[in-house]
């Protein structure tokens, strides 16, 4: 099969590892891709939200899959994109259709399909940019903390947590008058919920589906959890307090109702949910939906995953997950990001990868780098996963510290206490 990934960071490099190692991917390409995937497949320069030059890949290549990797295409409408065109519509592609991707793309949507369908999330109010004086009013009457999310994409910036009603206050109006643009033209206010976060991931077909490895990621830039949220600095596989107890309120409370009100809506849901969940004293709630796998999650549970991806793939595509038995590694995996010197602020790019070669025992997956001279620069914030597998969590964190260690760039950072909290 000619499989085509669209998407360029971490996560699509996961993807692409894992795709080029079955044997029914014959040609792979990924667009647009990093200095990573151009070792697995042909990079190809296209914009992941022009579809006509998608399309124009996917028949002069003779494309029979492909896997949409960011949420952005998948909010856009590529699924659907895909479905209405006569060229385009019998060929395999894994995402959900623009309204199943409202999960993610809109807050407000997610928390009435959670209440619709009595999906176990925190209390909250939306409000509009020209219902300012009520949200402000509402405010005076919150507890705090307080959680305010922007209701459409902001680039993982859009959720800020405030602990005055003052802060709260002048975060609402600055949000609402367009602090992120349209994605704040609508306001979520959310009941602040205190537990500890962890993943899950699902493929489904919009009717079955499988649970993937679950993870537990690390936003924050500075040890201890402390400073700027991130796109994420890490993450670990297995989660040790997900138990038993706490896995079965998951599957009945959570996963299995989000499945059944997907297919009572009829929405075309043939991918990836990501649930963020929180545990709260044993009980887990949705904190957020994402319509794709999460990054740097994907880093972390791809490689304890040993059936092959693409059939998992074609399973969900063609309706057969129902029929699938996942084979996990038992092992424990630990991810840990390199970033560039001031991220999640300004940072400055073109910064050469040095002693790639020299890592051992650990994968390397690019997530902002790109090829200047036949050499890997730095081209984003967060710049390369380094995952380990071993028999133990600390075993596998060690591993990937040492070997983050050897890969040098110019202000290179990362976080040396992944895990710290387990």
Known sequence: MNILIIGSGGREHAIADKIASSPLCELLFIAPGNAGTA????????????????KSLVVNENINLVVVGPEVPLVAGIVDFFSEDDTLKNIPIIGPSKQGAMLEGSKAFAKEFMQRHQIPTAAYKSFEKNQITEALTYLDSHS???????????????????????????????????????????????????????????????????????????????EGD???????????????????????????QIIEPTIKGITDENINYTGFIFFGLINVNGDPYVIEYNCRLGDPETEVILPRINSDFVEILLAAWNGHLSDFQLKVDSRSAATIMLVSGGYPGDYEKGKIIKNLDHVDGSRIYHAGTSIFNGSAITAGGRVLAVTSLASNMQRAIDKSLINADRIEFEGKYFRRDIGFDL
Request: proline share 3%; with cysteine; glycine share 10%.
């Open 226 to 252: 402390t400073g700027l949220n991130t796109g994420g600095m890490g993450a670990v596989s297995p989660v040790p307090f997900v138990d038993e107890s706490l896995w079965n309120k998951v599957t009945t």
């Open 39 to 54: 070792t697995l497949g042909k990079n190809i320069a296209i914009d992941t939200n022009d579809f006509e030059a998608i």
């Open 144 to 222: 705090m903390p307080v959680v305010l999310k922007a209701d459409g994409l902001a680039a993982g910036k859009g959720v800020l947590i405030c602990n005055t009603i003052e802060e709260s206050k002048s975060e609402i109006m600055e949000m609402l008058s367009g602090k992120f643009g349209d994605a704040s033209a609508t306001v979520v206010i959310e009941e602040f919920l205190t537990g500890i976060e962890f993943s899950v991931f699902v493929l489904t077909d919009g009717k079955n589906y499988i649970l993937l490895p679950e993870a537990k990621d690390y936003k924050r830039i500075g």
